[in-house]
């Protein structure tokens, strides 16, 4: 420690005061930064849990699998938002109608042979359909056959075709089909077009008594109907230009 008198030169006092100045703004300085990073941790601006390189380097936060699952549910939700397509096709309706015909069925006919045929518009000739109604008839049949229902496609022929343009099996020309099948119920059912969407009505009936044995009904909004698309382009009219 320095001792000053009166007799102490004025350039020597000076000297003295630099450096203690000096030396009071490199405490101040580090006591500052150690501050501030106390600070930040405090404020939650630095993650709580994180993993920090000890040379310095980069700092990696530690994600936890309900983050990540919060995050992908996130991102699910603004690609389906985005989606012109519903998040629901019409396998899910097919799906809550199934389940109400094999709850309304006796156990005793749930081995009995079903064959699942396409559904009609109630209002129009009943050998006549569309897209939904033959897509309605193939869902069913999927459906069905998951709950271990014996399931026969009558459509199927004894032959492969084979063609240029590809391998086939299935045909919907009733000449080239079994005229007999081992089929004992019918699947099928009506439809009716609704302001917001299509009402199904669907039913198993016996082929031999004609009896209803289970029936369900459900409605498929308009988005899910306007899904299906057709395979076949629309025709179109190209304009030219005269010269």
Do not use: W
Request: charge should be negative.
């Amino acid at each position: 420690m320095m001792t000053f008198t009166g007799k102490t030169p004025l350039m020597l006092l000076l000297t003295a005061a630099m450096m203690a100045g000096c030396s009071t703004g490199l405490n101040y300085g580090t006591s500052d930064e150690v501050q501030t990073t106390e600070g930040m941790a405090t404020s939650g601006l630095i993650p709580a849990a994180t993993q920090t390189d000890p040379s310095g380097g980069f700092v990696t936060p530690v994600y936890s699998a309900q983050s990540y699952q919060a995050t992908r549910l996130q991102q699910r939700a603004l690609q389906q938002a985005h989606q012109q397509v519903p998040a629901q096709n019409v396998n899910h309706y097919v799906q809550g109608m199934t389940h109400d015909l094999i709850a309304n069925m006796d156990l005793s006919r749930q081995q009995s042979v079903i064959g699942v045929t396409s559904f009609v518009f109630l209002d129009s000739p009943l050998d006549r359909t569309d897209l939904l109604g033959n897509q309605l008839a193939e869902s069913f049949m999927h459906e069905v056959h998951l709950f271990g229902l014996p399931v026969v496609d009558f459509k199927t022929t004894d032959y492969i075709r084979v063609t240029p343009q590809g391998d086939f099996t299935y045909s919907r020309d009733f000449l080239e089909l079994q005229q007999e099948q081992p089929i004992e119920y019918v699947l099928g059912g009506t439809m009716v077009q609704h302001q917001g969407g299509v009402l199904v009505n669907a039913r198993l009936v016996s082929v031999g008594s004609k009896k209803v044995i289970a029936t369900a009904q459900s409605f498929i909004p308009a988005a899910v109907r306007d899904a299906l698309q057709h395979s076949e382009s629309p025709q179109r009219l190209l304009l030219k230009a005269g010269g």
